[in-house]
């Protein structure tokens, strides 16, 4: 029997690469539901190829326009408590959750309290409720397989180990686009520089955050809850040739590592049929394509983002919040060329130095003190590090 899968976010960079192993698999999964928000070319594409049962719209003026037409397969839906009720309603096997942004907390959320499996993109919605999803994914025993390339390494690596084994978790970087720039040059790091990952081909928030490392100081995050290790046993390694996808060193001393082609098919395939491993689409990997390997230390004076990462994740989940609704903010404001670079970690950090916001106990809380924090922290880059 094929499994049934909703998939939100399937306009962006991780929707798309998963509806390309859908194709390949459509003896094993049945695309039931999917959500978009303001791609609307591309949601058409999916709804006249795919035929799904559920198409949602997060965005209104998305779906004000897409009402006007009639698709006989497919019912158009407006919000994301849409999606969150086919999630609860319509036998759902996986939900893979691609939404970019605290804005997928509340799909993460319905899907640890009503499927089986969750396969997780949306790194953000562990950083900011990391402790409440694994709880209730625990107590609802829906397995969270991680996409993200690391985590998913890190979840092979550790196949059939228990996590008081690991000495430590290597998370690896690619260091992105300014791994070799001088700080002294870091001021004169303009959008287009910052938008070209030299690896990776993703959505424009992550490929910010990557050229900060931010992007790895998230993951830090999102490794704790994963795994649930202290963040003294999670390192970052620099790795610009992005083939070790991550490793674990043991408390023997063995590591285990995750090697595969750039491409992030791969984790997502994974994520959808482990524990079998299946033909894939993106099998031609030429390991000496690459002739040598680095392995880097970080340097978390050029990228404050990371050390603000681990600071806020030692700090716990309301230092989380704030460390991703401003992040979030900051780089709203670069990508709309208000900011500078370099005032990405400045904003970070002045809203974890002058919250006095109180912690957060539930997701319905989580939300509004993430929206709060986010647009205070776009009023002050404004006001601040406009130029
Ligand atoms: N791309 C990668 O290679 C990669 C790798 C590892 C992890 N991730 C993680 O996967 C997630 C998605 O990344 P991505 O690169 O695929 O991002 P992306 O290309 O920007 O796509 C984001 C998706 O989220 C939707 N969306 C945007 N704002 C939304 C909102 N407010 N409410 C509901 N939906 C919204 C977008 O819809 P529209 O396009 O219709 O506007 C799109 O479908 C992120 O958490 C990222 O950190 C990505």
């Given at each position: 029997m094929k499994q049934r899968l909703f998939l939100a976010g399937a306009t962006g960079s991780i929707g798309q690469s998963a509806l390309d192993i859908l194709r390949n698999m459509s003896d094993k999964f049945q695309l039931v539901g999917f959500s978009a928000h303001r791609n609307l070319l591309i949601a058409k594409k999916i709804i006249n190829e795919f035929k799904p049962e559920f198409a949602i719209f997060t965005h209104e003026e998305t779906y004000k326009q897409i009402k006007r037409e009639k698709y006989s397969d497919t019912k158009l839906l407006f919000g994301i408590k849409e999606a969150c009720k086919i999630i609860q309603n319509e036998n759902i096997d996986i939900v893979l959750n691609s939404i970019v942004g605290g804005a997928g907390l509340i799909i993460t959320h319905y899907a640890v309290e009503n499927v089986k499996r969750l396969a997780l993109a949306n790194k953000e919605s562990l950083v900011i409720a990391g402790d409440i999803i694994i709880k209730k994914a625990k107590e609802n025993e829906c397995e969270i397989l991680p996409v993200d390339s690391e985590h998913n390494a890190v979840f092979q690596a550790l196949s059939g180990e228990t996590n008081e084994k690991i000495r430590k978790i290597w998370l690896t970087a690619?260091?992105?686009?300014?791994?070799?720039?001088?700080k002294e040059d870091?001021?004169?790091?303009t959008l287009s520089q910052a938008l070209k990952h030299p690896n990776w081909d993703m959505g424009s928030k992550i490929t910010i955050d990557s050229a900060t490392m931010m992007n790895k100081g998230l993951e830090v995050i999102e490794a704790h809850h994963l795994f649930e290790v202290g963040y003294e046993k999670i390192y970052v390694v620099i790795h610009p040739?992005?083939?070790?996808?991550s490793m674990v060193e043991f408390v023997d001393g063995n590591f285990i590592a995750q090697l595969g082609k750039t491409d992030m098919r791969g984790p997502i395939q994974y994520s959808l049929t482990y524990p079998e491993r299946e033909r894939s689409v993106n099998h031609d990997f030429d390991l000496f394509e690459i002739s040598k390997y680095h392995l880097i230390r970080p340097d978390f004076e050029r990228f404050p983002c990371l050390l603000l990462a681990y600071k806020a994740g030692r700090s716990g989940l309301l230092s989380c919040n704030i460390l991703n609704a401003a992040n979030e903010a900051a780089v709203y404001l670069f990508l709309n060329k208000k900011i500078h670079f370099t005032s990405i970690p400045k904003i970070v950090s002045d809203m974890l130095e002058k919250s006095d916001l109180r912690c957060p106990t539930n997701i319905d809380e989580i939300i509004a003190i993430h929206d709060e924090i986010k647009k205070k922290a776009i009023e002050h880059g404004e006001k601040e590090y406009s130029w």
């Amino acid at each position: 029997m094929k499994q049934r899968l909703f998939l939100a976010g399937a306009t962006g960079s991780i929707g798309q690469s998963a509806l390309d192993i859908l194709r390949n698999m459509s003896d094993k999964f049945q695309l039931v539901g999917f959500s978009a928000h303001r791609n609307l070319l591309i949601a058409k594409k999916i709804i006249n190829e795919f035929k799904p049962e559920f198409a949602i719209f997060t965005h209104e003026e998305t779906y004000k326009q897409i009402k006007r037409e009639k698709y006989s397969d497919t019912k158009l839906l407006f919000g994301i408590k849409e999606a969150c009720k086919i999630i609860q309603n319509e036998n759902i096997d996986i939900v893979l959750n691609s939404i970019v942004g605290g804005a997928g907390l509340i799909i993460t959320h319905y899907a640890v309290e009503n499927v089986k499996r969750l396969a997780l993109a949306n790194k953000e919605s562990l950083v900011i409720a990391g402790d409440i999803i694994i709880k209730k994914a625990k107590e609802n025993e829906c397995e969270i397989l991680p996409v993200d390339s690391e985590h998913n390494a890190v979840f092979q690596a550790l196949s059939g180990e228990t996590n008081e084994k690991i000495r430590k978790i290597w998370l690896t970087a690619s260091g992105g686009p300014f791994l070799h720039t001088k700080k002294e040059d870091f001021c004169k790091i303009t959008l287009s520089q910052a938008l070209k990952h030299p690896n990776w081909d993703m959505g424009s928030k992550i490929t910010i955050d990557s050229a900060t490392m931010m992007n790895k100081g998230l993951e830090v995050i999102e490794a704790h809850h994963l795994f649930e290790v202290g963040y003294e046993k999670i390192y970052v390694v620099i790795h610009p040739e992005s083939v070790i996808h991550s490793m674990v060193e043991f408390v023997d001393g063995n590591f285990i590592a995750q090697l595969g082609k750039t491409d992030m098919r791969g984790p997502i395939q994974y994520s959808l049929t482990y524990p079998e491993r299946e033909r894939s689409v993106n099998h031609d990997f030429d390991l000496f394509e690459i002739s040598k390997y680095h392995l880097i230390r970080p340097d978390f004076e050029r990228f404050p983002c990371l050390l603000l990462a681990y600071k806020a994740g030692r700090s716990g989940l309301l230092s989380c919040n704030i460390l991703n609704a401003a992040n979030e903010a900051a780089v709203y404001l670069f990508l709309n060329k208000k900011i500078h670079f370099t005032s990405i970690p400045k904003i970070v950090s002045d809203m974890l130095e002058k919250s006095d916001l109180r912690c957060p106990t539930n997701i319905d809380e989580i939300i509004a003190i993430h929206d709060e924090i986010k647009k205070k922290a776009i009023e002050h880059g404004e006001k601040e590090y406009s130029w």
